[in-house]
């Protein structure tokens, strides 16, 4: 692998962001000044979605580009128990892959999602999307569109991307429900990037990626980075978060081999197929429980908002993080041990079955 060195000298592991698009409740007004009202997004939560105006160009010089065929706008419903206390929804995009509606994305894109909706924009065709599998490692997500057959997907670019051929990333810019695209050239392969920490999460490294200086922008994530000839070598997945714009992507042949072992039906190492597991609550910071929703395990357990969890299967739970990787690393169905304090401070604990976090 060779190591890149930037300008601002930063060491062989890039700091970079995702380029999906999250929206709650308190930020959808300043993000997307232009809205449409609540009911947008009318989900189970009840969280609302404000929509830019479809401009002609995006803060970074991207213009609007004519659909090309196999390309999705993602919208999800986000669950405030996985975005940190706070409803809302993403945006992101995906391609096309099968022409009976298999598609793939990044996983940061439909982590936490209760519904997804997925709109190929050549023909403005609307399918409701499930998540068959991912691997959060390599942030890729397979979905399956239901109800579809006779699509047209992209084609995959034989040999992949290489270092100086003009690269093109289409995808949702900004999360207003348009395809926007941003030129460039591929600067490196094989390129390993950390993931800039969110919402109390750890960095994350990918590895193997493609750095481009196609200058993408949230909203892109899970789109196509294609060639001259408009065949995908690549899926936008994090932009460089210094003075020198930058984007990365996945390497189509990546993503398809995990895509075809999703298919499979098998979960194995770091592959998950399926929905991954939920307890049903919403926690804040210090593992304090803000809501349990009524249908969760945590509800049928007897764990009440206003508790605050201390440990799942003997791991301390400090906080929204700490819970969410106590309970990943199970599976739907399994039963695990929780210890919490209830409001009046009694300390308590059941054996509770996880039930799944998406149910779309």
Not at 6 to 20: C, D, E, Q
Not at 262 to 275: D, E, H, L, Q, Y
Not at 341 to 358: C, V
Request: hydrophobic letters at 40%; one cysteine or more.
């Amino acid at each position: 692998m060779m190591t890149a060195v930037l300008v601002w000298a930063v060491p062989a592991v890039i700091s970079v962001g995702y380029v999906s698009q999250l929206f709650t409740s308190s930020t959808v007004s300043a993000v997307l000044p232009d809205a449409h009202g609540p009911g947008d997004a009318d989900g189970p939560e009840g969280s609302s979605r404000s929509r830019a105006a479809r401009s002609g160009t995006l803060s970074n010089g991207s213009p609007v580009v004519k659909p090309p065929p196999g390309v999705l706008i993602i919208d999800g419903v986000v669950s405030a128990e996985s975005s940190g206390g706070r409803p809302g929804v993403c945006a992101g995009s995906g391609v096309l892959l099968s022409a009976d509606g298999y598609v793939l994305t990044n996983y940061h894109v439909v982590e936490g999602t209760t519904r997804l909706t997925a709109t190929l924009s050549a023909t403005g065709g609307k399918f409701d999307a499930k998540v068959v599998g991912t691997d959060q490692s390599r942030d890729v997500a397979l979905l399956k569109l239901q109800d579809a057959k006779g699509l047209t997907p992209m084609k995959v670019a034989p040999e992949g991307a290489k270092v100086g051929q003009p690269v093109t990333a289409i995808g949702n810019g900004g999360g207003q429900d348009t395809l926007f695209s941003v030129s460039g050239t591929v600067q490196q392969l094989d390129e390993k990037v950390q993931i800039a920490a969110e919402n109390g999460a750890k960095p994350h490294t990918l590895s193997g990626m493609i750095r481009t200086n196609a200058a993408v922008v949230p909203g892109y994530s899970g789109g196509p980075m294609v060639d001259a000839r408009g065949d995908v070598v690549g899926i936008s997945t994090a932009a460089s978060l210094g003075g020198n714009p930058e984007g990365f992507a996945i390497p189509i042949a990546q993503a398809t081999s995990i895509a075809d072992q999703i298919k499979t039906g098998r979960s194995n190492g770091s592959i998950r197929v399926g929905p991954r597991p939920a307890l049903g609550v919403t926690v804040t910071r210090g593992g304090w429980v803000q809501s349990v929703h009524s249908r969760g395990a945590a509800a049928k357990a007897g764990l009440a908002a206003g508790s605050t969890i201390t440990s799942v299967g003997g791991v301390p739970v400090t906080d929204t993080a700490s819970l969410q990787a106590a309970v990943a690393s199970r599976d739907v169905g399994a039963t695990v041990k929780v210890t919490w304090k209830d409001p009046t401070g009694q300390e308590r604990s059941a054996d509770i079955t996880l039930g799944p976090a998406w149910h779309n």
